[in-house]
């Protein structure tokens, strides 16, 4: 072979393996998938349509414990391009987005419909073509919690009522993931630095200025860093967060936040092709098919789903946390309204919580969203010791663990951590804490 030639051959193998090496990239590197429509503006006239498609492969999307390696586009296929502009010509629509939703093998789009038709005339005709699997207008959801002004009202009354830091003794979450659905983290936070995995945004609007209070707060105590000298100590100080952010501020320094139908539904996409062992909703709306569908093919996977039980004062929704195998979380000691679904809920601490806010601060919350982040972390403890149990089996073992010494009436990490791990009671002293400092066990 010529000179030139074998030099020409060996400068393209260099630049192949060159290009090979840099597209791998970071295990936690962020996914680059398809730009989401923003997803806030008429939405009280918008619908969701999915259709089959089979083209979507059905593969994980990343994995941020062996790596992330994409084996393949995940995008829009041509054919489900086809049938939504198709669809969108057939009734006088208006496209908005579309998004595989792989998970579920199905392809979503979302429509506008035009001020001079009637939205249940359209969806009954939409109900008729033989080309759509599903249709439904877009619902609204909305985070569970408030801000408290005064700074240093209490401190980590929820960990010490839960007997947490005993239990930190036997297990601290090591290598669990926890996919946080709520607005966005802010992973430059002291007590979350390292604590992140992975982010992605679903939500693309102009942020006005407006931090990420609410999934900042739920983050802070499943997962704050324990040990490190300042702040606060999470549940599950060695587990890691994966979030994804669906739900958008509503009002500057206030933790409200909405979320709705196609939000939810591309974060639980992607939440079970990355396959965490729990995810967390901290978050209520009235019952939506979509999104039930997707909690659901979630507990199929094995994902311990968790989610917030609204207080009687909240209306009579309970969605997600009425579907069938996620454990519903309610606020200890709250007022609940009999109607919902309360049964099978756990009661944990979701008053007056010291937790982590944006821009390195912290602060005292309250809702059933703070009560779920407390039983998320606390799981977490429970699959280190045992991986892969099922919803049903966590749920009995948390109800017998509750203690009823207690005023709040809460689940007792120390006594569910001793039990699942088969070990003696493990020590349910309560250590004093210096102010402004949760004291953190020795051995993590």
């Known amino acids: 072979m010529p000179i030139k030639i074998r030099l020409l051959i060996a400068s393209l193998l260099a630049l192949l393996v060159s290009a090979c090496a840099s597209s791998v990239g970071s295990p936690y590197s962020k996914l680059t998938l398809p730009p989401v429509s923003n997803p806030l503006s008429s939405s009280s006239n918008q619908i969701l349509i999915t259709f089959e498609d089979e083209r979507n492969q059905r593969v994980p999307i990343a994995d941020p414990v062996n790596g992330y390696r994409q084996r393949s586009s995940y995008g829009n296929s041509t054919w489900s391009k086809r049938v939504a502009e198709a669809l969108a010509d057939d009734y006088g629509l208006h496209q908005v ?42 619902k609204a959801f909305h985070v569970m919690g408030e801000t408290y002004t005064d700074p240093y009202f209490k401190l980590q009354t929820g960990i010490r009522d839960m007997h947490v830091e005993p239990a930190h003794h036997i297990a601290t979450g090591r290598n669990v993931k926890i996919a946080v659905i709520d607005t966005g983290v802010d992973d430059k936070h002291p007590d979350l630095a390292g604590q ?16 990420d209070i609410h999934g900042t707060a739920v983050a802070g105590i499943i997962a704050a860093t324990a040990n490190n000298q300042m702040g606060i100590v999470g549940m599950a ?116 919580i010291l937790t982590t806010l944006p821009h390195g601060s912290y602060n005292f919350m309250s809702g059933s969203s703070f009560a779920a982040a407390h039983i998320s972390g606390l799981i977490a403890l429970l699959l280190e010791l045992k991986p892969h149990l099922s919803a049903e089996f966590i749920l009995s073992g948390l109800q017998a663990s509750m203690s009823h010494s207690s005023a709040l009436q809460t689940v007792d990490a120390c006594v569910a951590v001793a039990d699942f791990g088969k070990l003696p009671d493990c020590n349910k002293q309560i250590i004093n804490t210096a102010p402004g400092l949760l004291a953190s066990p020795s051995q993590l």
């Open 237 to 352: 100080p060695n587990a890691k967060i994966i979030a994804l952010k669906a739900c958008w501020q509503v009002e500057p320094k206030k933790a409200e936040a909405d979320c709705n139908s196609l939000t939810l539904a591309l974060a639980l996409n992607t939440a079970i092709n990355l396959k965490p062992e729990i995810i967390n909703l901290s978050l209520v709306g009235t019952e939506d098919p979509l999104v039930k569908r997707l909690v659901s093919k979630a507990v199929d996977d094995g994902i311990i789903v968790v989610a917030s039980a609204p207080s009687a004062d909240m209306g009579k929704s309970d969605f997600p946390a009425s579907v069938k195998g996620v454990i519903a979380v309610r606020t200890a000691n709250a007022k609940v309204n009999p109607e919902l679904l309360v049964g099978g809920s756990i009661p944990a601490p979701g008053m007056e």
């Open 196 to 211: 992140i995995a992975l982010s992605q945004n679903f939500v693309e609007e102009p942020n006005n200025g407006l931090d």
């Open 97 to 138: 987005t579309q998004w595989p939703i792989n998970s579920l093998g199905i392809h979503c789009v979302v429509y506008e419909i035009p001020v001079n038709q009637s939205m249940e005339q359209i969806l009954k005709r939409l109900e008729k073509d033989k080309r759509i699997e599903a249709v439904q207008t877009m």
